[in-house]
């Protein structure tokens, strides 16, 4: 029997819904699968994480390809050639510049802009279109969804949180345009519809509520009708995607009914408890959107700027921008350095998970660029030089990882965003206070 060539963005449909598939032999004709493998998209995630790190136990020792991981990045050893460590990188536009105080509300805003935020805590507020919107805004129509905006902590977008900055300044790195943040989702359950569901579907995802059937029922019909003409491997990898899907539906399910830690503060319906199995659920989200290649440019908070989190996971009990301001204090430095070993382990699974999904001859990890950092290095002097930044993923085999870059002082973050724009099929001329690529990644 002569095998069906599917396209690309081909949906599994029914009950007025669509499933989008990851990509499968079948999508590519036969000819091709003979000759040259169809490439797969390049993806790209920009990670925030919230008052800089120990930097003296975040460095690597070594240099180039002779390096050993720090404590802090040491869950990241199995990962090594798939990664760059990062030195060197400066975001300007994070300093005062004559603003004065404000440096975390800084950090979130200029982190993927490279922009000066303008000081006013009103309606006012302007930075700069940031790196991940610029990018979707010449590649987002090729997906369903031209961007995702993810993150951990709800924040709000008016008010004073910051020395006379606004909150939405510290509630965003995602910035659609000098002038408007993209807000984003903190509650699993909403990024996960948002993904595979839309405002249309809505009466639809009510009833698969009450009835608490899966997503996977209402396109059964069509999964089967398929399955003929899928090769072998094809049918192997749709199992184990069903196998996912399912898996976040079951933890979306079981987070929902989990008591609250902190009753007096409102979550939405589906925010787990647990700080770990809401950080994995949104990569899980994260990866599953990019499996289907339902969008390519994703952006995640795991804090806001200044978050003063507790993280009694590993025994940490002050808050985190508390201990930040820890003026040398070897105790409470030991205790900040348990909190950015934590976040690190937290992105070790995420970026297994990705390497673990095979994607054509490759990998989700292969084909994906994953930054990982802060705007601020030392968050006891408010630094923004010097900046802890991991890029992880081959960017489509545009990437030669497993090595310790250090760059000349005072390189522009932006520089490294030229670079991955490049890498998006998007390049830019410009972005904030770029002043050329980091070729150094090649």
Known sequence: MRRRILHRRTLLRG???????????????AVARTSTPRAAPVRMACLFFANGAIMDRWRPQGDGTEFEFSQTLQPLADLKQDLLVIEGLTQHHA?????????????????LTGAQPR???????????????????????QTRLPSIELGIDRGRNAGNCDSGYSCAYSSNIS????????????????AFERIFGTPEQAADTERRRRNR???????????RRLQ????????????EYFSSLRDVEQRLAQAALQPLEIPELALPEGVPGDLREHINLMFDILLLAFQTDSTRVASLMLAD???????????????????????DDEEKKELISRIDRYLVER???????????????????ANSMVLYGSAISDGNRHSHHDLPIVLAGGGGGTISGGRYLKLAAETPLNNLFLSMSDRMGAPLESLGDSTGRVTEID
């Open 15 to 29: 009950a007025g819904m669509g499933l989008a598939l990851p990509l499968l032999e079948s999508m590519t004709p």
């Open 95 to 111: 300093r005062a510049n004559g603003d004065g105080p404000g440096d975390h509300a800084r950090n979130a805003s200029a982190f």
């Open 119 to 141: 000081k006013t805590s009103g309606a006012d507020i302007s930075v700069g279109q940031s790196i991940d919107q610029a990018i979707a805004d010449r590649i987002g129509s």
């Open 175 to 190: 910035w659609k345009s000098a002038t408007t943040p993209c807000s984003k989702e903190v509650n699993p359950r909403s």
């Open 213 to 223: 059937r899966s997503i996977l029922d209402f396109v059964a019909d069509d999964t």
């Open 228 to 239: 003929p003409s899928l090769s072998g491997a094809d049918r192997q990898k749709l199992d």
């Open 305 to 327: 700027a200044g978050s003063n989190r507790t993280y009694p996971e590993v025994d940490v009990r002050d808050g985190h921008h508390h201990l930040s301001h820890h003026r």
């Open 347 to 365: 992105l070790a699974h995420f970026l297994t998970r990705l390497k673990e999904t095979s994607e054509g001859e490759s990998n989700l990890l």
